[in-house]
T-cell receptor, first 115, second 115 residues
Framework: AQTVTQSQPEMSVQEAETVTLSCTYD???????LFWYKQPPSRQMILVIR??????QNATENRFSVNFQKAAKSFSLKISDSQLGDAAMYFC????????????FGKGTHLIIQP | DGGITQSPKYLFRKEGQNVTLSCEQN?????MYWYRQDPGQGLRLIYY???????QKGDIAEGYSVSREKKESFPLTVTSAQKNPTAFYLC??????????????FGPGTRLTVL
C-alpha cells in the first residue's frame, strides 16, 4: 500500500518570505501523480499543483513550485512571496493506477503566515 | 456554474440512525469519490465509483454504503454499524482519461455529528 508522510505538522513564515513544505511517499509503481491541496478555514479542498511522475520537469503555478525527486520519493512544495491568504492546511496526496483509484493523503502541514 | 455540491452542510444524527449525505456534480465527470476527514488527519478514502452502477470499497468502507444510479449523483449512507461517524465528509470527482483529467476536484463538505 502507498503511504504519504508529511513530517512538519506546523510551519510559520513571515509575509513575503519563502517557505518549503516537505512530503515523502512510498510506492512500488512507476506511473503515478502527486498533488498538493490547500484547505483554508472554510475546509474547501483546493488544488494547488500537480506533478506527473513521468515528467522530469518540476511543476510550477505562479508563486508555487515543487521539487520532485523521484528516486528519493520526495515531493516538496515551495511557496514564494508568501501572502496572508496562503495561511491554510496543506496536504500532499498520491494517486496511482492511472488516477482512478482514489487519493492517499498525508496528515497535513498547518502553514501560518506572520504579518 | 459547473461544480460539485454536497448537502446538507451540517448534519446531526442520533445514535442508531442511518443518514444519507448527498453529492451531485454537473461536470460530466465519470469517477466520484467519498473521503472522511478527522481532526488532525488527512483524508481517507471510503468508497469510489468509476462508472454508473459500479463502485469499489476504499480503505475505510465498514459501516458505509453507496449507490451510483446516475452519473451526476453519488450518495453516501452512514449506517448505524459505523462506530464513530462524527467527522467531516468530502466528495470529489474527476473526468478520467489521463493527464489533467485525472485531477480530483472537491465539494464543500458535510459535517456530521452524532448526538
Amino acid at each position: 500500500a502507498q503511504t504519504v508522510t508529511q513530517s512538519q505538522p506546523e510551519m510559520s513564515v513571515q509575509e513575503a518570505e519563502t517557505v518549503t513544505l516537505s512530503c515523502t511517499y512510498d510506492t512500488s509503481e512507476s506511473d503515478y501523480y502527486l498533488f498538493w491541496y490547500k484547505q483554508p478555514p472554510s475546509r474547501q479542498m483546493i488544488l494547488v499543483i500537480r506533478q506527473e511522475a513521468y515528467k522530469q520537469q518540476n511543476a510550477t503555478e505562479n508563486r508555487f513550485s515543487v521539487n520532485f525527486q523521484k528516486a528519493a520519493k520526495s515531493f516538496s512544495l515551495k511557496i514564494s512571496d508568501s501572502q496572508l491568504g496562503d495561511a491554510a492546511m496543506y496536504f500532499c496526496a498520491y494517486s496511482g493506477g492511472g488516477g482512478a483509484d482514489g487519493l492517499t493523503f498525508g496528515k497535513g502541514t498547518h502553514l501560518i503566515i506572520q504579518p | 456554474d459547473g461544480g460539485i455540491t454536497q448537502s446538507p452542510k451540517y448534519l446531526f444524527r442520533k445514535e442508531g440512525q442511518n443518514v444519507t449525505l448527498s453529492c451531485e456534480q454537473n461536470l460530466n465527470h465519470d469517477a466520484m469519490y467519498w473521503y472522511r476527514q478527522d481532526p488532525g488527519q488527512g483524508l481517507r478514502l471510503i468508497y469510489y465509483s468509476q462508472i454508473v452502477n459500479d463502485f469499489q470499497k476504499g480503505d475505510i468502507a465498514e459501516g458505509y454504503s453507496v449507490s451510483r444510479e446516475k452519473k451526476e449523483s453519488f450518495p453516501l449512507t452512514v449506517t448505524s454499524a459505523q462506530k464513530n461517524p462524527t467527522a467531516f465528509y468530502l466528495c470529489a470527482s474527476h473526468l478520467g482519461g489521463g493527464g489533467d483529467a485525472d485531477t480530483q476536484y472537491f465539494g464543500p463538505g458535510t459535517r456530521l455529528t452524532v448526538l
